[in-house]
């Protein structure tokens, strides 16, 4: 079956500009997660949602970054006025959304802001 | 954002090698994860641990899950070409309200030389 997809695959922007990241989870999967992996470190928590709520949105770095997910499946992260700091992986994972389920990662859009 | 102490950083090794890394952490765990990343790809669950002094095999692949809940190492059996990757642990909780968000570790670069 399909797995978590995510586009763009890559992204460049400018500093300044706005830009979107999808998510398409795994069809079924209620729980979803945004993490963002900078080079040579591992991914770090940004917002996890369960159907259409953030249920947790601690890891957001600032004001600058929202994410939505009004249907309760495809997700949007949104990063406001980029920052050349905001390179990194964006990635993506669903999950059943039950305690412990196991999360299924998408493969990522790498952003550089330059 | 808070990531786990993961050693070694990387490993160079020849094929048929026994491998070991281990992951700690200042804050207790109910859960420990080990995935593998490979080059473009997102973390790929390896094996899941739910004890406090569980051992788990999965093929080549043994961890453990210390009893102090704030450790866990992964063993490698006879590596192979195809064990190279970057290998994360991650912590979770899963119980009490946890939003089931992973915490990652620095991550092992393994290099296997045929």
């Known amino acids: 079956g399909a797995g978590v997809s995510q586009t763009p695959s890559n992204k460049v922007t400018e500093k300044g500009k706005y830009v979107e990241l999808r998510c398409d989870p795994i069809?079924?999967?209620?729980?979803l997660y945004w993490y963002r992996q900078s080079l040579g470190q591992g991914p770090e928590f940004l917002i996890y949602f369960q159907g259409t709520g953030a249920a947790d949105d601690s890891g957001l770095p600032n004001d600058r970054f929202f994410a939505v997910r009004p249907e309760g499946s495809v997700s949007t992260l949104k990063i406001q006025r980029t920052e050349r700091g905001d390179s990194a992986v964006y990635l993506c994972a669903s999950s059943q959304g039950l305690a412990g389920e196991t999360q299924y990662f998408g493969p990522g859009t790498r952003l550089l802001v330059l | 954002g808070q990531q786990l102490n993961q050693s070694p950083q990387s490993m160079f090794i020849q094929e048929g090698e026994d491998v070991s890394m281990n992951c700690t952490s200042s804050?207790?765990?109910?859960?420990w994860l080990w995935y593998k990343q490979e080059p473009g790809e997102g973390p790929v669950l390896l094996i899941a641990l739910y004890k406090a002094g569980e051992l788990t095999s999965n093929g080549r692949l043994t961890a453990q899950f210390g009893i102090t809940r704030k450790d866990s190492f992964l063993n490698i059996s006879a590596s192979i070409p195809s064990d190279v990757g970057i290998y994360f642990c991650?912590?979770?909780?899963?119980?009490?309200?946890?939003?089931?968000?992973?915490?990652f570790g620095t991550g092992t670069l393994l290099a296997v030389q045929p």
């Open positions: 069809s079924g999967h209620t729980a």
């Open positions: 991650a912590g979770q909780q899963i119980y009490g309200g946890a939003t089931n968000k992973l915490i």
């Open positions: 804050s207790i765990f109910n859960t």
